[in-house]
T-cell receptor, first 111, second 115 residues
Framework: QKEVEQNSGPLSVPEGAIASLNCTYS??????FFWYRQYSGKSPELIMS????GDKEDGRFTAQLNKASQYVSLLIRDSQPSDSATYLC???????????FGSGTRLLVRP | GAVVSQHPSRVICKSGTSVKIECRSL??????MFWYRQFPKQSLMLMAT?????????EQGVEKDKFLINHASLTLSTLTVTSAHPEDSSFYIC???????????FGPGTRLTVT
């Protein structure tokens, strides 16, 4: 069973702090990793993609990938109340292009 | 990013009727689209992979005769929920990628309520 694991949260951080979201995956052969944000009642919105080990930065967001540890994370700097949402980690595990999603981490940013 | 649309955004139907949901890629062509279902407070569950010009591939446990998928063109896939029942009430979302196996973009979703 190919799995993607996330802490369900909620992760509560004060406004302006760094939020750190983590994800582990089971298939060592996975090559593509994605973070989506989903507001309540809405569909997922792509935030970041990462394909190689290391860090990838885009504005306030940084994705980190460590394939040896089968671990991917998302850092949100200067967190804002509008960042409050569920963050979904998704892994593309084989050539079928299918995404396997974690259960999501709910982030609450306190004003 | 690429734009994916869905129609309708919300539909209410009576038990036993069929409902068709459309998924369109607006600014790119998609040979493959994906259909997901999401129940309240749960994550997305992949239902099927829609392939342009060929049969869809269904995930284990998804009834292919109940959830009919047609991918007739490079920009349109449809999901028909046949003989809908209240337990089919859910949030149905499609996705597609302009550059497989790269980033996938989701449509806004269709909320189905079966009474």
């Amino acid at each position: 069973q190919k799995e993607v694991e996330q802490n369900s949260g909620p992760l509560s951080v004060p406004e302006g702090a760094i939020a750190s979201l983590n994800c582990t995956y089971s298939d060592r052969g996975s090559q593509s990793f994605f973070w989506y944000r989903q507001y309540s009642g809405k569909s997922p919105e792509l935030i970041m993609s990462i394909y190689s080990n290391g860090d990838k930065e885009d504005g306030r967001f940084t994705a980190q990938l460590n394939k040896a540890s089968q671990y991917v994370s998302l850092l949100i700097r200067d967190s804002q109340p509008s960042d409050s949402a569920t963050y979904l980690c998704a892994v593309m595990m084989d050539s079928s292009y299918k995404l396997i999603f974690g259960s999501g981490t709910r982030l609450l940013v306190r004003p | 990013g690429a734009v994916v649309s869905q129609h309708p955004s919300r539909v209410i139907c009576k038990s036993g009727t069929s409902v068709k949901i459309e998924c369109r890629s607006l600014d790119f062509q998609a040979t493959t689209m994906f259909w997901y279902r999401q129940f309240p407070k749960q994550s997305l569950m992949l239902m099927a992979t829609s392939n342009e010009g060929s049969k869809a591939t269904y995930e284990q446990g998804v009834e292919k005769d109940k959830f009919l998928i047609n991918h007739a063109s490079l920009t349109l896939s449809t999901l028909t929920v046949t003989s809908a029942h209240p337990e089919d009430s859910s949030f149905y979302i499609c996705s597609a990628s302009p550059t497989p196996p790269g980033e996938q973009y989701f449509g806004p979703g269709t909320r189905l309520t079966v009474t």
